[in-house]
């Protein structure tokens, strides 16, 4: 890093492998500065990806139910879905601890809306309506 700070204020200096004072206080800026820039950048991007996991499983929550209909031709209710299994079920589960999603667009969804963006949850329960369209999704409860 010497070397390079070296380079870069237009003198070069014979390499000794160790480092002044002024030459340590600018490197710990230059990391500083790097870092306060670099971290909210990671959040954010956790977050998008962590909504984009939990839209892809509410997706998936919705085609298994499709698959449940044509299996047993069952019309309308609550139908729980478990991602590490893929397996849907009559929603039997009590529902303390699910987080009620608004709207049933999925890709309408945003990273701050019901925390979709800060956990992956992994239990969906899916509502089917009597015309057979889908009321409303609830996540959780987290595992």
Same mark, same amino acid.
């Given at each position: ?10 003198? &070069?200096? $014979? ?10 206080? @600018?490197? @710990? ?10 971290? *909210? ?8 990806? $962590? ?7 509410? $997706? ?8 449940? &209909? ?6 309308? /209710? ?11 079920? *009559? ?7 699910? +987080?009620?999603? @608004?709207? @049933? ?23 089917? /309506?009597?015309?057979?369209? +889908?009321?409303? &999704?609830?996540?959780? *409860?987290?595992?």
């Amino acid at each position: 890093m010497a070397l390079f700070c070296a380079i870069v204020q237009g003198h &070069y200096k $014979r390499w000794t492998g160790a480092h002044n004072n002024a030459e340590q206080v @600018t490197n @710990t800026c230059l990391r500083g500065v790097l870092m306060a820039i670099s971290i *909210p950048i990671f959040t954010s991007q956790l977050k998008k990806a $962590r909504l984009a996991t939990n839209q892809a499983n509410a $997706r998936a929550t919705y085609a298994a139910v499709e698959a449940q &209909y044509l299996q047993d031709n069952t019309k309308h /209710g609550d139908f729980t879905y478990d991602v590490a299994t893929g397996k849907v079920s *009559p929603a039997t589960i009590s529902t303390a601890g699910t +987080v009620n999603i @608004t709207g @049933t667009d999925i890709s309408a969804w945003t990273v701050d809306q019901s925390n979709l963006g800060t956990k992956t949850y992994k239990v969906w329960t899916l509502t089917v /309506g009597e015309d057979g369209s +889908v009321t409303a &999704y609830k996540a959780g *409860p987290e595992n």
